[in-house]
């Protein structure tokens, strides 16, 4: 800590950057070195019975931070370029007081998390730019921007997505990627199947009406082949699942750069606006998609007992 300014516990006289300084480990005072060793205690011994800490007297100006105009990063006020993208800071009279924060705003956005993480907004990730990305993504960019910006330096293809390994359709549909939506459903209900007839089997042995006693008595005929074919099919859904999991960034990524080239190649120019409307997340569409589930499992348990004839 810095004490030039600050008065000696001691001896009452300011302490100038060439003196040396013993700091009381109880409560805090400064003092001159040869002070402090003439009276082999601290001055302020008073303090250390009520516990009462030292206080500065002189407080300390604090630097301006800048953000840099191209990334957002933070800078010190006497930088001349940006410590992330290398950008011109420019003439620091010149920054509105807007772009000019303390200590405590600084810490408020760096945990909100800022845009573009100090990565260049121009940068290309395979035909977006980070910018174009970030639009896109819209929410939890401080999540996605580094995994994509790793993917596109180092080719990295595999990252962890909890959502993806419980609820891939779920995570799909809210992201606006309704094709692995729809053929994360079909495989979960295709590979539910098993499961379903022995369920359904032990339902009406315990008395439950309504179902066909011709399909009760074809699914108690092959218990033992369903039995099997359902431990089976469970593996496979789980490592549907953990490659969802594992590659669902990846997918996410691909979707995004491929969506803001083709709204690009199609329009010629694109608009934050226009990337928040197309991209982002729309949480009514793990209701629809849910309803297509269920759909879908109707369909084909329908079609199945057409098949059976009952």
């Not at 810095?2 to 003196?19: L, S, V």
């Not at 109880?26 to 206080?55: F, I, M, V």
Request: a negative charge; charged letters at 20%; proline letters at 4%.
């Amino acid at each position: 800590m810095n004490f030039i300014g600050e008065k000696c516990a001691a001896c009452g006289i300011e302490i100038t950057e060439d003196d040396l300084v013993i700091v009381c480990p109880d409560c805090g005072s400064p003092h001159h070195r040869e002070c402090y060793l003439r009276n082999n205690c601290c001055a302020n011994e008073e303090y250390h019975a009520t516990g009462q800490k030292w206080k500065r007297a002189v407080v300390e100006p604090k630097k301006e931070i800048i953000l840099c105009p191209s990334c957002g990063a933070p800078n010190t006020e006497d930088a001349e370029n940006c410590c992330q993208c290398g950008e011109a800071l420019g003439d620091n009279d010149d920054i509105s007081e807007d772009d000019k924060y303390n200590d405590e705003a600084i810490r408020n956005l760096l945990g909100s998390g800022k845009p573009y993480l100090g990565f260049d907004p121009e940068e290309d990730l395979g035909g977006a730019t980070v910018k174009e990305v970030s639009d896109f993504v819209n929410t939890n960019t401080i999540y996605y921007l580094p995994i994509f910006k790793r993917m596109k330096d180092l080719g990295s293809k595999i990252s962890f997505n909890i959502t993806c390994l419980f609820f891939p359709s779920l995570y799909f549909a809210n992201r606006k990627m309704w094709h692995w939506a729809i053929i994360a459903v079909i495989f979960n209900v295709i590979l539910a199947i098993p499961s379903t007839l022995l369920l359904i089997a032990e339902y009406a042995e315990n008395g439950t009406e309504g179902i066909p006693e011709s399909l009760v008595a074809l699914i108690q005929n092959n218990s033992a082949y369903l039995g099997r074919t359902e431990k089976l099919f469970s593996f496979l859904q789980l490592c549907m699942n953990f490659l969802f999991c594992f590659l669902g960034n990846r997918m996410y990524f691909k979707y995004v750069v491929h969506t803001v080239k083709k709204i690009k190649k199609h329009d010629g120019s694109i608009t934050t606006a226009q990337l928040g409307t197309v991209g982002g997340v729309k949480p009514v569409n793990m209701l629809f998609i849910i309803l297509i589930k269920y759909g879908f499992s109707l369909f084909l348990f329908a079609m199945i007992g057409s098949m059976l004839r009952i």
